[in-house]
Each structure stands twice: as C-alpha cells, then as structure tokens.
Nanobody, 115 residues
Framework: QVQLVESGGGLVRAGGSLRLSCAAS????????MGWYRQAPGKQLELVAV???????IYADSVKGRFTISRGNAKNTVYLQMNSLKPEDTAVYFC?????????WGQGTQVTVST
C-alpha cells in the first residue's frame, strides 16, 4: 500500500505563483509515474502534468510554459511549480502515483486564483 501526502495549496492573485508538494511512502517500485491532476467545480478530472521515474514529462496544453513538474532529490517526491496563475487554474489538485498494476491518489489540495 502507498500513501501520498500533499501540501502547498492556497489562495493567490492572478499572475502569482504556488508550489505544490507530494511525498509518497509505502511499497513503491523503482519504475513508476507520478503526476498532478485537477478538478474544477462542475468539470471532469484533468491531467495537468506527469513525470516518469526516468524524468520524462508531459503537460496539458493549458499549462505549458507556466507549470513545471519535477522530482525531488529524494525519490518518490514530486513538485508542481505553478507560475503566472490564472483564475481558470482554480481547482482541487490531486497527486497521483502509478505503478503496475495499481495507482494511488492523494487527498487533494485546493488552489484558488483570484482576479
């Protein structure tokens, strides 16, 4: 079993920045994918960014050039640096860890961007 602990959400004005953190613990394999997803009110869950254990990344078009996903020096830790935030980024952000045959989710952290 795996647990994910998230932090870093909050309220920020448009144009500001936030940094989300996620630390995974438990039975974690060497090969895995970690990432961030978000869900705005009334919207479906959306992939924001993912990063493989080898460092390959993929981003949603809506956040390219503004958000950066990275792994910490301690493995099984992932960050999401969010710059130039827009009100449309307001959502609950969830950390995810995927490893065959399962995937795991954090509790979610609220990000609110005001106009």
């Amino acid at each position: 079993q795996v647990q994910l602990v998230e932090s870093g959400g909050g309220l920020v004005r448009a144009g500001g920045s936030l940094r989300l953190s996620c630390a995974a613990s438990g039975s974690i394999f060497s090969i895995n994918v970690m990432g961030w997803y978000r869900q705005a009110p009334g919207k479906q869950l959306e992939l924001v960014a993912v990063i493989t254990s080898g460092g390959i990344t993929i981003y949603a078009d809506s956040v390219k050039g503004r958000f950066t996903i990275s792994r910490g020096n301690a493995k099984n830790t992932v960050y999401l640096q969010m710059n130039s935030l827009k009100p449309e980024d307001t959502a609950v952000y969830f950390c995810n860890l995927a490893q065959v045959p399962n995937d795991y989710w954090g509790q979610g952290t609220q990000v609110t961007v005001s106009t």
